[in-house]
């Protein structure tokens, strides 16, 4: 099964494949119908094999469909809903979309930024009392020739863009049989069933919810409950209504959770969750050992990224251990260690790096971070992730930080991820991110963000003497704010780089 196409092939047409609030569930036959028909649609506009088409539709079961169906017949782009005009132009010219699905009466920033390049609008149109994720695309203009045939495993079924947050995002082209390895791996990693039932409330325009919800679940047989984005105050009443075996999250949306779990116990025990999934940033031990806990089932942290068609690593089901702190054993690809400078592996920490079907062939025309992000030893191509870490004994790896991320205090290294360690055991602390304050001598200091808990009070001066009493004196954070909430990016994550300029911190340290 090395294509999408492939992987929706053989499970009984009657199962329900995507179900969302006060929907009929769309079935396995209808799904692959749906992609018959929506490559039809396409090329009745122009739109084939090879071409590429951004998609700019709100969270829920459309969004998760088009992607499906629209990777069968030619490439897909998911783009962040809330970009303004100038990102989608940037976003747009970069990728060389041909095309942009936009929903019926959309006449937001993408649509003006597609006719500054004469992009193919389709809209996508679907009747609310039809199943879930059915729908049809009307062009408007397009039409001429266009490779009708269907991808084959090498080709690029879906194309994303890096964060950013250093540099000129990149672009990352995602192979049909990158798709089909990595949903493969999440299916054997999780042991999904067609029993199984996701809730999925992150966002499809990500990898995350792309491959670990929606391809990993459809790869197995299984369903998918598309809930409308993330929202704290009706998870648990979508808990209820979906009746799933797990949902994934990042851990900003689990951390909000528990928040209510209290006051949702009825729910939560009548719940039949076989297991909860974090991913896409690392699950604070004390989070990860509540939410097990709390909803009595073992908590599955992940550990991926773009450039590997999202999964890496992930702690095991039972009876084996998920250990706090850990994301897990190698599950898909090779993991390894790698010496952060020289093109060698090694024992011990260092940078991680990957190696498996399911990662990138590399950067589109980026010679420079190919040359830096790939090399060979061993027999193998290695990518570099960017991530420090290194196995414990039982074979689980443990990330001390984003080599970026990591505080220079002087010339003394510093790991955010240990110190938000430590501050997380603070009984008082709901929520925290440590990083680095601009200084004028040391070039870093130690910083950090705290949300306390609701009804609790700590004070700057007692969070930093309870770290000082756990760390080296130089890991304690010289400056503890105290937030309401912590600045998140688009798809909840917090993010650790840039966050001193955000808070209006950086000028007033140099």
């Given at each position: 099964?090395?294509?999408?196409?492939?992987?929706?092939?053989?499970?009984?047409?009657?199962?329900?494949?995507?179900?969302?609030?006060?929907?009929?569930?769309?079935?396995?036959?209808?799904?692959?119908?749906?992609?018959?028909?929506?490559?039809?649609?396409?090329?009745?506009?122009?739109?084939?094999?090879?071409?590429?088409v951004a998609i700019v539709l709100p969270n829920g079961p459309e969004m998760a469909t088009a992607f499906v169906t629209i990777a069968?017949?030619?490439?897909?782009?998911?783009?962040?809903?809330?970009?303004?005009?100038?990102?989608?132009?940037?976003?747009?010219?970069?990728?060389?979309?041909?095309?942009?699905?936009?929903?019926?009466?959309?006449?937001?920033?993408?649509?003006a930024a597609a006719n500054r390049f004469g992009l193919t609008v389709m809209r996508l149109r679907f009747d609310p009392a039809a199943p879930a994720g059915e729908f049809e695309l009307v062009a408007e203009g397009g039409g001429g020739a266009?490779?009708?045939?269907?991808?084959?495993?090498?080709?690029?079924?879906?194309?994303?863009?890096?964060?950013?947050?250093?540099?000129?995002?990149k672009i990352v082209p995602l192979l049909q049989s990158n798709v089909a390895a990595s949903a493969a791996n999440i299916r054997a990693s999780l042991d999904l069933t067609p029993a199984d039932r996701c809730l999925n409330v992150m966002p499809l325009f990500h990898i995350h919810g792309l491959l670990a919800a929606v391809s990993a679940s459809l790869s197995a047989g299984a369903s998918i409950w598309c809930a409308p984005g993330f929202d704290a105050l009706k998870f648990f009443g979508w808990l209820k209504d979906a009746d799933p075996t797990w949902y994934t999250a990042?851990?900003?949306?689990?951390?909000?959770?528990?928040?209510?779990?209290?006051?949702?116990?009825?729910?939560?025990?009548?719940?039949?969750?076989?297991?909860?999934r974090s991913s896409s940033a690392s699950l604070?031990?004390?989070v990860m050992m509540e939410l097990a806990e709390t909803f009595g089932a073992p908590v599955i942290e992940g550990y991926g990224m773009t450039e590997a068609t999202h999964q890496?690593?992930?702690n095991p089901l039972p009876p084996r251990a998920q250990k706090p702190g850990s994301v897990g054993v190698e599950a898909g690809p090779m993991v390894r260690i790698a010496h952060e400078i020289e093109d060698r592996l090694v024992d011990g920490t260092g940078e991680v790096v990957i190696s498996g079907p399911n990662v990138t062939p590399g950067y589109e025309g980026n010679p420079e971070a190919n040359a830096k992000s790939f090399f060979e030893a061993d027999g193998q191509r290695w990518f570099r992730t960017g991530d420090q870490g290194a196995f414990d004994d039982d074979g689980y790896l443990h990330l001390t930080g984003r080599l970026k991320e990591i505080i220079n205090r002087g010339g003394e290294k510093v790991s955010p991820l240990e110190v938000d360690g430590v501050l997380m055991e603070h009984p008082a602390i709901a929520q925290?991110?440590?990083?680095?304050?601009?200084?004028?001598?040391?070039?870093?200091?130690?910083?950090?963000?705290?949300?306390?808990?609701?009804?609790?009070?700590?004070?700057e001066r007692e969070i930093r003497d309870f770290a000082a009493a756990r760390m080296a004196d130089f890991k304690v954070p010289r400056k503890v704010v105290i937030l309401d909430e912590i600045p998140k990016g688009a798809t909840g994550k917090l993010q650790r780089i840039g966050l001193a300029e955000k808070l209006g911190l950086a000028e007033s340290a140099a």
């Open positions: 099964m090395t294509t999408i196409k492939a992987f929706l092939q053989g499970h009984d047409d009657t199962s329900p494949a995507i179900g969302a609030p006060g929907r009929d569930w769309l079935s396995y036959g209808g799904l692959r119908a749906l992609g018959d028909k929506v490559a039809g649609q396409l090329h009745a506009a122009g739109v084939g094999r090879g071409d590429r069968q017949a030619a490439t897909t782009a998911p783009l962040n809903p809330a970009y303004r005009e100038d990102e989608y132009a940037f976003y747009l010219e970069d990728l060389k979309a041909k095309a942009i699905v936009l929903a019926e009466g959309y006449d937001g920033p993408a649509l266009c490779d009708t045939g269907e991808p084959l495993p090498g080709d690029v079924a879906l194309i994303l863009h890096t964060s950013g947050t250093t540099s000129r995002p990042v851990p900003t949306m689990h951390q909000a959770i528990l928040s209510r779990a209290s006051r949702n116990r009825d729910v939560i025990d009548a719940a039949r969750l076989r297991f909860l604070p031990a004390q890496m690593c992930s925290c991110v440590t990083f680095a304050l601009p200084h004028p001598k040391l070039g870093e200091e130690v910083a950090a963000a705290v949300v306390l808990r609701e009804g609790a009070t700590a004070t």
